[in-house]
């Protein structure tokens, strides 16, 4: 196989699968006769999609500024909790147990206490989103810092670097592939914040959409507002693997990169 | 191939360039004085002891010792990255108290950072030493070719665009020397900067360091397990015991330089190489049957 056509094959596959899965799908709810309450076939979720396509958009978008406010936010504090763990044995050896305890605990369990602090709504589904997606940008940041050779440390240290100086010339730079991997599962996981809030205490969003759908037996709707959440979450997560591999080509050994190029 | 363009380092408010460095007789550059070191306090594990030396400026010494002897432990010490337990140490006339600022120190792993092309890697000592961290800006011009220079000195002139992981372990460390040298430190520190390489290149950069040292005379301590390196480079070898370190015997070098490989196949180059290591074949013995009879 020449290298050109297997590019173009890897390309083609995600499409493939996708919609092979979907003929799958449509073939199994038609031959067995599934009844659409249980299990939509896809064209009876397209058609729920187009039917109720304004109302569904406005709460995607909803859901959808809900998910990037919380991002934006848990990608300020996990950067800057990263950095700080990173960067000093002491604080890591403290607060790491805190951390891994809170992350622990379910999401799902401290959107009451939220809606107690922001009341029901927007809100609420922010910092959700938030809680859900800072700990892997924070660990990812650290795990970056932590991974500084000692020798090169050494060299620097030798030259008089203040920690600060070690933290900007090289910490942080080797932390960048780190972070921005984690930007990947952080954004997704913002989004499953989002929607979880929306279905326990919001009157808008796509979580709200379903619940709605949900307590009217409209299957095909649910089923609609899952694939609209699934397609957001694909489209955020590749417009931050470009940016990654924009960002970070040095780490991914030129494939794409030219040699020589920057300088 | 050496063609140094005047740099203007008398320009540089950097310190002396070693010329006539030390005669003998001169204080010693760099001076080891009953330095001791334990990891883990007094009562730990004791890297080094009771060790003493007295370095010239612009001597280059090499410490040879079998491994594990507290080798490195040596050259975080001198630069002031450990603290010794006992003894003290100084430096240019001042006791060593906390980090050196402006050694140049190179490792077996060059260390090179995967997102700087070559000539910005070389040039970071400069972003981080005072007083080029100030003037970089301002006097760019002046040290770009600075670093080309150095670059063209080892041989890596067409590649200063090249990120490091698009060299060999060779070139890349030729470009970590250039980085360790770019600052004009007095004091060179080398821990077995050529140990991950294979012969041919190994040899080829005994050169390469041999004649930038010639043209630059900065002190030089090169910490080695090779006995073939330390005599090709240097004009002193210390050589250590096994664990806990300490000096056990000193050898000048006087071979003329430069120094070439045909060089290292003369008598006398063969027959130091031979002393020095049925030296550190018999303390390896002495330390094994020492840990026999601890054992028994």
Same mark, same amino acid.
């Given at each position: 196989?020449?290298?050109?056509?297997?590019?173009?094959?890897?390309?083609?596959?995600?499409?493939?699968?996708?919609?092979?899965?979907?003929?799958?799908?449509?073939?199994?709810?038609?031959?067995?006769?599934?009844?659409?309450?249980?299990?939509?076939?896809?064209?009876?979720?397209?058609?729920?999609?187009?039917?109720?396509?304004?109302?569904?958009?406005?709460?995607?978008?909803?859901?959808?500024?809900?998910?990037?406010?919380?991002?934006?936010?848990?990608?300020?504090?996990?950067?800057?909790?990263?950095?700080?763990?990173?960067?000093?044995?002491?604080?890591?050896?403290?607060?790491?147990?805190?951390?891994?305890?809170?992350?622990?605990?379910?999401?799902?369990?401290?959107?009451?206490?939220?809606?107690?602090?922001?009341?029901?709504?927007?809100?609420?589904?922010?910092?959700?989103?938030?809680?859900?997606?800072?700990?892997?940008?924070?660990?990812?940041?650290?795990?970056?810092?932590?991974?500084?050779?000692?020798?090169?440390?050494?060299?620097?240290?030798?030259?008089?670097?203040?920690?600060?100086?070690?933290?900007?010339?090289?910490?942080?730079?080797?932390?960048?592939?780190?972070?921005?991997?984690?930007?990947?599962?952080?954004?997704?996981?913002?989004?499953?914040?989002?929607?979880?809030?929306?279905?326990?205490?919001?009157?808008?969003?796509?979580?709200?959409?379903?619940?709605?759908?949900?307590?009217?037996?409209?299957?095909?709707?649910?089923?609609?507002?899952?694939?609209?959440?699934?397609?957001?979450?694909?489209?955020?997560?590749?417009?931050?693997?470009?940016?990654?591999?924009?960002?970070?080509?040095?780490?991914?050994?030129?494939?794409?990169?030219?040699?020589?190029?920057?300088? | 191939?050496?063609?140094?363009?005047?740099?203007?380092?008398?320009?540089?408010?950097?310190?002396?360039?070693?010329?006539?460095?030390?005669?003998?007789?001169?204080?010693?550059?760099?001076?080891?004085?009953?330095?001791?070191?334990?990891?883990?306090?007094?009562?730990?594990?004791?890297?080094?002891?009771?060790?003493?030396?007295?370095?010239?400026?612009?001597?280059?010494?090499?410490?040879?010792?079998?491994?594990?002897?507290?080798?490195?432990?040596?050259?975080?010490?001198?630069?002031?990255?450990?603290?010794?337990?006992?003894?003290?140490?100084?430096?240019?006339?001042?006791?060593?108290?906390? *980090?050196?600022?402006?050694?140049?120190? +190179?490792?077996?792993?060059?260390? %090179?950072?995967?997102? $700087?092309? =070559? /000539?910005?890697? !070389?040039?970071?000592?400069?972003?981080?030493?005072? *007083?080029?961290?100030?003037?970089?800006? +301002?006097?760019?011009?002046?040290? %770009?070719?600075?670093? $080309?220079? =150095? /670059?063209?000195? !080892?041989?890596?002139?067409?590649?200063?665009?090249?990120?490091?992981?698009?060299?060999?372990?060779?070139?890349?460390?030729?470009?970590?020397?250039?980085?360790?040298?770019?600052?004009?430190?007095?004091?060179?520190?080398?821990?077995?900067?050529?140990?991950?390489?294979?012969?041919?290149?190994?040899?080829?950069?005994?050169?390469?360091?041999?004649?930038?040292?010639?043209?630059?005379?900065?002190?030089?301590?090169?910490?080695?397990?090779?006995?073939?390196?330390?005599?090709?480079?240097?004009?002193?070898?210390?050589?250590?015991?096994?664990?806990?370190?300490?000096?056990?015997?000193?050898?000048?070098?006087?071979?003329?330089?430069?120094?070439?490989?045909?060089?290292?196949?003369?008598?006398?180059?063969?027959?130091?190489?031979?002393?020095?290591?049925?030296?550190?074949?018999?303390?390896?013995?002495?330390?094994?049957?020492?840990?026999?009879?601890?054992?028994?």
């Amino acid at each position: 196989m020449s290298p050109n056509s297997r590019r173009n094959m890897e390309r083609l596959a995600p499409w493939v699968v996708t919609i092979g899965l979907l003929l799958i799908w449509q073939a199994v709810v038609m031959v067995f006769q599934i009844e659409p309450f249980v299990m939509p076939a896809p064209t009876a979720i397209f058609e729920a999609f187009l039917q109720y396509r304004d109302s569904i958009l406005i709460h995607a978008w909803h859901t959808m500024v809900s998910t990037l406010l919380g991002f934006v936010l848990g990608i300020v504090v996990g950067l800057l909790l990263g950095i700080f763990i990173g960067s000093s044995r002491l604080v890591y050896a403290g607060l790491y147990p805190v951390l891994i305890g809170f992350n622990s605990v379910p999401k799902v369990a401290m959107v009451p206490v939220l809606v107690l602090w922001l009341g029901i709504g927007q809100p609420t589904a922010v910092a959700t989103a938030f809680l859900l997606c800072f700990f892997p940008i924070a660990v990812n940041v650290a795990t970056g810092l932590a991974t500084v050779e000692p020798e090169l440390e050494d060299v620097l240290r030798s030259l008089g670097a203040s920690r600060t100086d070690i933290l900007l010339k090289v910490g942080l730079p080797r932390a960048m592939p780190y972070f921005f991997a984690s930007l990947k599962v952080a954004i997704t996981l913002a989004f499953v914040g989002a929607v979880i809030s929306e279905t326990l205490a919001s009157n808008d969003g796509i979580g709200y959409l379903m619940i709605q759908a949900s307590s009217q037996f409209r299957v095909p709707l649910m089923f609609a507002g899952l694939a609209v959440i699934a397609a957001m979450g694909v489209v955020t997560y590749l417009f931050f693997a470009v940016i990654e591999r924009r960002m970070t080509g040095w780490a991914v050994r030129g494939q794409n990169l030219a040699p020589g190029g920057g300088g | 191939m050496l063609a140094f363009s005047p740099t203007p380092a008398s320009a540089l408010p950097s310190a002396p360039q070693g010329d006539a460095g030390g005669g003998p007789g001169a204080a010693p550059f760099v001076k080891l004085d009953g330095v001791s070191l334990s990891y883990g306090g007094p009562e730990g594990l004791k890297a080094l002891s009771n060790t003493h030396m007295a370095i010239e400026k612009g001597r280059f010494v090499a410490v040879v010792g079998p491994s594990g002897c507290g080798k490195s432990s040596l050259m975080k010490l001198v630069t002031g990255l450990l603290p010794p337990t006992e003894g003290s140490i100084s430096v240019g006339g001042a006791k060593v108290a906390g *980090p050196l600022k402006i050694v140049g120190m +190179a490792f077996q792993n060059p260390t %090179l950072l995967p997102w $700087r092309p =070559l /000539l910005s890697n !070389v040039m970071l000592p400069l972003e981080i030493v005072q *007083p080029h961290r100030t003037r970089l800006r +301002a006097h760019k011009a002046e040290y %770009l070719r600075k670093a $080309r220079d =150095l /670059l063209e000195t !080892v041989g890596l002139g067409e590649f200063e665009d090249k990120f490091p992981w698009m060299l060999s372990g060779g070139m890349q460390q030729r470009a970590n020397l250039c980085r360790s040298l770019i600052h004009d430190p007095d004091l060179l520190m080398l821990d077995e900067p050529f140990g991950a390489l294979d012969a041919f290149t190994r040899e080829e950069l005994w050169g390469v360091l041999q004649e930038v040292w010639m043209e630059r005379r900065f002190t030089c301590i090169l910490v080695t397990h090779d006995l073939r390196e330390a005599a090709f480079l240097a004009d002193t070898i210390y050589v250590m015991s096994a664990r806990p370190g300490t000096i056990i015997a000193k050898h000048e070098v006087d071979l003329p330089r430069p120094r070439t490989v045909d060089s290292t196949f003369e008598p006398r180059f063969v027959d130091l190489v031979h002393t020095i290591r049925s030296q550190i074949a018999q303390v390896r013995n002495e330390a094994k049957q020492a840990a026999k009879a601890k054992a028994s």
